[in-house]
């Protein structure tokens, strides 16, 4: 059965003040190539001409199998990388330029929060490495402690937390700065399935009151097509893009779009999508 498809872009939610990045931008992608060396030290291709456009305020999924290139890609567009051919682009400027202003956020599936530090001061991470003073973020810091839902817990250690509150802790510190971009790679990968849902209908909120542009990686059919406006299914040998496939679900998106047959109709198509790749 088809899938269902949207031509547009879902817009993003109404926003909340003190939250939403001041500034949307969108990111692009344009030809990207990155060459590594193999184990044996003969080169290969990680990407291949990978092109993509992420309009400002879009969800947008990877999916693809091991190795296909999706953490690299999101490397470069983070500036942490620089692709060998092609160019990756925030707002229309280098993704470092982006990242020195402090409109990139990063949120990985190793929350890698610092043991000694609070909450709060795990939140204001960023801050310090972009030497901006925490005084004036003070009342941004509690807002989103009480965004990512950790109300009374500002004062806690990580290690009285649980793995859930952890990553509601990182998803706080890579909204911190006010990015206008978001980059998530695998983060609820180590939750289990109950907490992961709960996880996605607060990132489905949080996406929304925010208005930044997302780029989320996953290896889990159902997370990607329950956040994303579009579903980017990539190819391994070299990494490419296979296939891109609307979601078009009205938001917001609740508990009962995971029991609607369109829904599995989707998830089933980008399955199949996923699995053509597999063994392309
Ligand atoms: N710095 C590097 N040097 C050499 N090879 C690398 C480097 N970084 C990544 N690779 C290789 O590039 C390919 C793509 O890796 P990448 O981590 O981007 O894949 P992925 O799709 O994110 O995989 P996974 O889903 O397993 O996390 C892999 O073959 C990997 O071994």
Same mark, same amino acid.
């Given at each position: 059965m088809a899938a =269902?498809? /949207?031509?547009?872009?879902? =817009?993003?939610g109404p926003g909340a003040p003190g939250i939403r990045a001041p500034?949307?931008?969108?990111?692009s992608f344009r030809a990207v190539g990155r060459l590594f060396r193999g184990p044996d030290g003969a080169p290969f291709r990680a990407l291949d001409d990978v092109? @993509?456009?992420?309009?400002?305020?879009?969800?947008? /999924?990877?999916i693809g199998p091991s190795g296909c290139g999706k953490s690299t890609l999101l490397r470069i567009a983070t500036g942490l990388d620089a692709p060998d051919e092609g160019e990756a682009t925030i707002g229309g400027a280098p993704p470092r330029a982006a990242a020195r202003r402090g409109e990139i956020g990063v949120a990985f599936q190793d929350p890698a929060l610092l043991p000694?530090?609070?909450v709060a001061e795990n939140i204001a991470l960023p801050l310090d490495a972009l030497g901006r003073p925490r005084g004036p973020a003070k009342r941004r810091i509690a807002d989103?402690?009480? @965004? %990512?839902?950790?109300?009374?817990?500002?004062?806690a250690r990580p290690a009285q937390l649980s793995g859930g509150m952890r990553q509601r802790v990182a998803l706080a510190r890579a909204l911190v700065t006010e990015p206008q971009v978001l980059f998530l790679d695998e983060p609820f990968g180590a939750l289990d399935q109950i907490l992961r849902?709960?996880?996605?209908?607060? @990132?489905?909120?949080?996406?929304?009151?925010?208005g930044a542009t997302t780029l989320l %990686?996953?290896?889990? %059919?159902?997370?990607? /097509?329950?956040l994303a406006d579009r579903v980017v299914v990539m190819a391994a040998g070299p990494g490419r893009i296979a296939s891109v496939v609307a979601a078009p679900f009205p938001r917001p998106r609740g508990a009962a779009l995971l029991r609607d047959p369109a829904f599995h109709a989707l998830c089933d198509e980008i399955g199949e999508r996923l699995f053509g790749a597999r063994a392309a």
């Open positions: =269902p498809r /949207a031509p547009d872009v879902a =817009p993003p500034g949307l931008r969108a990111l092109t @993509l456009d992420c309009p400002a305020g879009s969800f947008t /999924a990877l000694w530090r609070s989103l402690i009480r @965004l %990512v839902g950790l109300d009374g817990f500002a004062e849902r709960q996880m996605n209908l607060e @990132l489905q909120r949080i996406w929304r009151e925010t %990686v996953t290896h889990a %059919v159902d997370e990607a /097509a329950f």
